[in-house]
T-cell receptor, first 111, second 116 residues
Framework: GQQLNQSPQSMFIQEGEDVSMNCTSS?????WLWYKQDPGEGPVLLIA?????ELTSNGRLTAQFGITRKDSFLNISASIPSDVGIYFC???????????FGRGTSLIVHP | ETGVTQSPTHLIKTRGQQVTLRCSSQ?????VSWYQQALGQGPQFIFQ???????GRGNFPPRFSGLQFPNYSSELNVNALELDDSALYLC???????????????FGPGTRLTVL
């Protein structure tokens, strides 16, 4: 089956620093999604990418759909304490539109 | 808030028991998907319901079953609970046109199930 490798597993950074995390897949996806999950909540969609090479921003967040369609990255600029949470990548392939999730990157921001 | 609600928030059961979890989808959404999220893992797809029928299933045994009602709300039933069933159960609603694909999924807050 499809496997997503998400890295790093966790990050501890100072407020104001930039953050980068990525996902790689053993197979091709035609949609990449990035979610954030706060404690006690369900995942919330941050950015959706639909075309290879696409670069999309949402405020301080920027994500890219890799050219090979097997990877994606998410950058967060000038991190703030409310960025704390777990970030998940998810890929969708074919016509199923059922996302396969990575294992998450836990982000901690020190004030 | 996504408009997707789930109940109960938390639940404690013992091994061998049965459990029913409930989900109300966002207004205008006709598709509900259920996921299991173990501690430290990403959500794993259980199954999806569209127009009251199962429409896709992940790698979960038959003791995981579900229902979707005419108002598009949904239930997840798990029989013969095992310790490994302890997890956060998420439902996600989306909109899908006949013969077409689903839109983006919006997740509820989840039900935390503990099996002792």
């Amino acid at each position: 089956g499809q496997q997503l490798n998400q890295s790093p597993q966790s990050m501890f950074i100072q407020e104001g620093e930039d953050v980068s995390m990525n996902c790689t897949s053993s197979s091709i996806f035609n949609t990449w999604l990035w979610y954030k999950q706060d404690p006690g909540e369900g995942p919330v969609l941050l950015i959706a990418l639909y075309k290879a090479g696409e670069l999309t921003s949402n405020g301080r967040l920027t994500a890219q759909f890799g050219i090979t369609r097997k990877d994606s990255f998410l950058n967060i600029s000038a991190s703030i304490p409310s960025d704390v949470g777990i970030y998940f990548c998810a890929g969708q392939s074919g016509g199923s539109y059922i996302p396969t999730f990575g294992r998450g990157t836990s982000l901690i921001v020190h004030p | 808030e996504t408009g997707v609600t789930q109940s109960p928030t938390h639940l404690i059961k013992t091994r061998g028991q049965q459990v029913t979890l409930r989900c109300s989808s966002q207004s205008g959404h006709n598709t509900v998907s259920w996921y299991q999220q173990a501690l430290g893992q990403g959500p794993q797809f259980i199954f999806q319901y569209y127009r009251e029928e199962e429409n896709g299933r992940g790698n979960f045994p038959p003791r995981f079953s579900g229902l979707q009602f005419p108002n598009y709300s949904s239930e997840l039933n798990v029989n013969a609970l095992e310790l490994d069933d302890s997890a956060l159960y998420l439902c996600a609603s989306s909109s899908r046109k006949s013969g077409g694909a689903s839109d983006t999924q919006y997740f509820g807050p989840g039900t935390r199930l503990t099996v002792l």
